[in-house]
Structures are given as structure tokens and as C-alpha cells.
């Protein structure tokens, strides 16, 4: 739907009449419909019609954060995820229909896509499944206490025991039964609204304006959540089975590796022969319309979002959380060949061990410790040897008086060093070279004092967690380690083998989350690189000219 420069959409109801169950009416203008390969012209908008988007959409987005921050409250609008879906993809309906097209326009497309990003992902991991199954029982029961109330009372005598455990047992088996189906739904819609959004990041990051309701409705074929989205699939799309080895074999489980959203999978292209989901803005800025920068916080988001949803998922579905792995660490030592041939000959020895490495022809030469120096004597380095030996060995009391040192000896001669040192040697060995260290010496007293003042200080510190509950010291959780312990690449594939096939399902569809986006930022990054590489061989080629220029200059002169 053109708005023609402006944000006021003539019927928003018609977009989104589908969620309702209702048919969605004809389109006033379906003639005026481009070509599937033609371009769109819209109107760069005004100042004062960017004014009041900006005034819709922060208005919109604060009853969005003011319905989140409430949910538990019953007076919410947004207690379960179902509702806060639908806000979202009323708003994103809206900024479906703001054209890339201007610099101002454009700028507020992409911030508040950006926001919006960030919210959704991070409010759909404020949910939890069971609020909608809760609601949907509280609702039941408010039905059939009315119905209740207009049926007439029968004898409890008329039916008996058996038929009463009967009507139970169906009753908890279609009991669970809607909780899977609830359930489903609810992940179903997830994966909805983030292909939606997925499409129109595509869309912008490419300069072209996205047809909001074949974007949906695409959306809604890929992730079915009800039999009415299933029915409306095309036939030419194949159907595939689920395959447990297919999952396995594109590492789904953990949805780290696949950054650039390119995955092995057998989804075919679009067809180019029926209409496309988003044409080129004629006079646009094409490929250029997000810079450098909100596409670096834009792939951020997207890897980040993916995997909280992922994990999201698998809480909700009770499934164990995904495997931490890092794209750099290292396979252990015996995971790698290397490493289980090092392993097998430590344990059995080579008794024979090959000296192929040593020549026979080799002979090894003793090296004189003597040191023939002009001017060098024996005796005089054993005299200075003992001199600094003495003088290292010589315990300081920094509490004794200088005058001590003064006191004559017996014969008046010095004191005999190996006994000064016996005397006064501590429990920490004292000895040192010529060109050795002097280390500390510490005596019984200062051991104690230290000692003490650790002991002091652990006190202190208890007593201090003791007054804090915040700063106990919390023990160690075995389930918690267990749960973030790293695994290595050669135990994914078989490590959630055993999930039943709906969690598989599941894994598949979150894995590939936001794939459009990554893609669309892979392949403009990869257009860009020849593009850096060739300004920089003509500035390498300005460069060489300028220089030989100015050699020439300076050969003249």
C-alpha cells in the first residue's frame, strides 16, 4: 500500500485481518499493482510527517514496554506471548511502509528497526508457554462454570464409577493434547514474527521497499501456526520429511557457527516468475542505505538473538540447554590423531627406542671449566668469594644499635662467620653466590604477626558476609557445572540424539533465525572488499606517481 510520502495508512486491518479470522478484503487499488520486476517510486517525507511517526512509534512503543513490564499483573493487555506478538506486528507493519528513501526517512527506519530488534527478542524470552496454557484454562473454566449454571442438576446415581474414571482419563488426555498444541502455536508464532522481520532487514539492507502483506503471508507458509496458514501453502515448494541425520549433519544443534546464515539445506530460491517481496527504490541509495556501523551493531544483534532465543526455546521445551562451544578453543589432545598416537606409545613404551637422530661420528667435547683470562688469580677469587659469601650470610637486625657493630671480639679479631651464621640462621635457608640475590629475612615474629592479621582478616571478612546476605560465599552447584561444561566438536554430533522429533523440529527453525539478514550482510560485505582493495592500489599508484614526480622535480632543480 503507497502511502505517497506519508505514514497513514488508509486500513491496517486489512494487513493483519488474517490473525482475526477474518477474510481479508480486496485491495482498492490491486490494478495499480507494479509489474513484479518493476521499481518503486515513493516521496521522501516531510519534516513534519517525520514528526509525527516519530510521536506514533514512541507512543507505540512505551504501551508495548508499559503491557511487558505488567504481564503478571491481570490487568495487563500483554499477559500472554500471543498478545505481545500481535502488538509487535502491528508496529512492524507500520514501519513496513516507511520507505529507505532520504536521509531522514531512512535514518528513522533504521534506528527504530534496530530498537525494535532488540525488544521483541529480548521481551519473547520474558514469556514463558505456560501463562498462554494458564489463560486458556482460566478461560475454560469461566466457560463451563456458565454452562454449568444453565444445565440442570441430573442424580449423581445415573452414571457410575467406571464411566466417571472414562470421562477423566479423556479428559487429562485432551488436556494434553491442547498444551501441545498451545505450545506449538506460541513457537510457531515466534518464528513468524522474527521471519517478518528478518524480510524486511533483507529488504532495507538492499535499498527496496518490502510488500508488507506477501511478506507476511510468505511468513506465515514458511512457519504455519495454524491449519489455515498451512492450507494457503504453495505446492511447488516440496515438502520434506523431518530427517534427524539432516540436522545433525548441519550442526543445527548449536547455532554459533552459522554466522553468515548460510546453511546446507535443501530450501529452494524463490522463484523469480511469481512476485517478488521487495522492489529497488528508484532513486534510492541501493545497497548503501544502512552504513558501516548499524550493520555491525545490526549482526550483533542478530547472533546474539538467535542464541537467546535458541536457548529459550529449549527451556521452554524442557530440553536440555545447547552445548557451549567456542569457534577458537582446542580439540583435547586425545581427540586428534597426534594426540591418540602420543597416548597409545606412553602407555606401551617402545623397549627398542631408534638412535637414527644421534651420528656415530660425533664425538663430545669436555669444555675446561678453567678460565684463562690475562690477570686472572685463583686465590684472589677464593679470597673475594668468601669475602661476599661472609657478607651475604650476615643476619641484620634492624632493632640492634649501629654502636654493636663496634664492639671488639674476642682476640680482636672478627667474629668466625660459619658460627655468627649457626647462631643467628632462621627456619628459611640463607645463602646466596657472588652474583646471587639477598633474599628477606623473616623471624618468628614477623610470621606470627602476618599470621595473625590473616587470621584477623578472615574474621573480619565473615563476619562481614555473615552481616550481608549478598556476599556469602554461595557453594558450588554440580547441575550448573554440568550444564556450562564445554564440549568438543567430535561429541555435538551425538549428543542430543536421543531428543524426541518435535524438540528436533525446533532446533532446526531457531537455529536458522534472522539467516536472511546474515546473508544480505555477507554478500555486501563481500561486494565491498574488491571495491577497498582497488582504492587502495589507486592510492598505492597516486602515491608511486607523486614520488616519482617529485624526484624528477628535484633532479631538474
Given amino acids: 500500500m503507497q502511502s505517497n510520502g506519508g505514514f497513514i495508512i488508509d486500513d491496517l486491518s486489512a494487513v493483519f485481518a488474517a490473525d482475526a479470522g477474518q477474510p481479508a478484503p480486496p485491495t482498492p487499488h490491486a490494478e495499480d499493482r507494479p509489474a513484479p520486476d518493476a521499481v518503486a517510486t515513493p516521496k521522501a517525507l516531510t519534516p513534519k510527517q517525520e514528526a509525527k511517526l516519530r510521536s506514533y512509534l514512541d507512543g507505540a512503543l512505551e504501551d508495548i514496554t508499559r503491557g511487558y513490564r505488567k504481564r503478571f499483573d491481570p490487568s495487563s493487555h500483554l499477559r500472554t506471548l500471543t498478545a505481545y506478538l500481535d502488538a509487535w506486528l502491528r508496529l512492524l507493519g507500520v514501519l513496513a511502509h516507511v520507505p529507505p528513501y532520504g536521509g531522514g526517512s531512512t535514518n528513522l527506519l533504521v534506528s527504530y528497526l534496530l530498537r525494535c530488534s532488540t525488544d521483541i527478542c529480548d521481551g519473547i524470552a520474558g514469556y514463558s508457554l505456560a501463562m498462554e496454557i494458564d489463560a486458556h484454562r482460566r478461560q475454560s473454566k469461566r466457560q463451563s462454570r456458565k454452562e454449568a449454571d444453565h444445565l440442570e442438576e441430573e442424580a449423581s446415581g445415573r452414571s ?9 482419563s479423556d479428559d487429562e488426555e485432551e488436556e494434553r493434547r ?42 506465515k507458509q514458511a512457519h504455519p501456526a495454524t491449519p489455515t496458514d498451512a492450507s494457503v501453502e504453495t505446492t511447488d515448494r516440496p515438502t520434506q520429511a ?46 548503501k542505505t544502512v552504513g558501516v556501523t548499524d550493520q555491525v551493531r545490526l549482526r550483533n544483534i542478530a547472533v546474539s538473538s538467535r542464541d537467546k532465543l535458541f536457548a529459550w526455546m529449549r527451556t521452554e521445551m524442557d530440553a536440555p540447554p545447547p552445548p557451549i562451544m567456542e569457534e577458537n578453543e582446542q580439540e583435547p589432545d586425545n581427540n586428534t ?31 675446561d671449566a678453567q678460565v684463562d683470562e690475562e ?4 686465590a684472589d677469587d677464593t679470597e673475594e668469594h668468601k669475602h661476599y659469601q661472609d657478607l651475604f650470610e650476615r643476619k641484620l637486625d634492624p632493632d640492634a644499635d649501629d654502636d654493636d657493630d663496634d664492639e671488639p671480639t674476642v682476640g680482636g679479631g672478627r667474629p668466625d662467620s660459619e658460627s655468627n651464621a649457626d647462631a643467628t640462621r632462621t627456619d628459611q635457608d640463607l645463602g646466596a653466590s657472588v652474583l646471587g640475590m639477598v633474599e ?11 599470621k595473625r592479621d590473616t587470621e584477623d582478616g578472615a574474621e573480619a571478612s565473615e563476619a562481614r558476609a555473615d552481616g550481608l546476605p549478598g556476599k556469602r560465599p554461595r557453594a558450588a552447584d554440580s547441575d550448573t557445572d554440568e550444564a556450562d561444561a564445554k564440549m568438543s566438536r567430535s561429541e555435538l554430533g551425538s549428543i542430543h540424539a536421543a531428543l524426541p522429533e518435535a524438540i528436533g523440529r525446533w532446533d532446526l527453525a531457531f537455529t536458522r533465525l534472522f539467516s536472511r539478514t546474515l546473508r544480505t550482510l555477507s554478500d555486501l560485505g563481500e561486494a565491498a572488499r574488491p571495491k577497498a582493495s582497488k582504492r587502495d592500489f589507486a592510492t598505492t599508484l597516486t602515491g608511486i606517481s607523486g614520488a616519482d614526480d617529485n624526484g624528477i622535480a628535484d633532479d631538474l632543480a
Fill in 178 to 219: 491442547l498444551q501441545a498444541l498451545l505450545c506449538s502455536k506460541q513457537l510457531s508464532l515466534v518464528l513468524q514474527t522474527i521471519d517478518l522481520l528478518d524480510r524486511i532487514w533483507a529488504a532495507v539492507l538492499r535499498g527496496n521497499l518490502i510488500d508488507l502483506p506477501l511478506a507476511l503471508s510468505n511468513a
Fill in 375 to 378: 690477570g686472572y688469580d685463583v
Fill in 440 to 450: 628477606a629475612v623473616t623471624t618468628h615474629a614477623h610470621q606470627d604477626k602476618r
Fill in 242 to 287: 523431518y530427517d534427524p541425520r539432516r540436522i545433525h549433519s548441519t550442526s543445527s544443534l548449536v547455532p554459533s557457527p552459522a554466522v553468515d546464515g548460510r546453511f546446507v539445506s535443501g530450501a529452494s530460491a524463490s522463484s523469480s516468475s511469481g512476485p517478488r517481496e521487495s522492489l529497488p527504490v528508484h532513486g534510492g541509495r541501493g545497497p
Fill in 160 to 168: 457410575g464409577s467406571e464411566d466417571r474414571d472414562g470421562e477423566d
Fill in 337 to 367: 590423531i597426534e594426540g591418540a598416537l602420543g597416548a597409545r606409545q606412553a602407555r606401551h613404551p617402545d623397549p627398542n627406542p631408534d638412535d637414527d637422530d644421534e651420528d656415530p661420528d660425533m664425538e663430545d667435547v669436555a669444555i
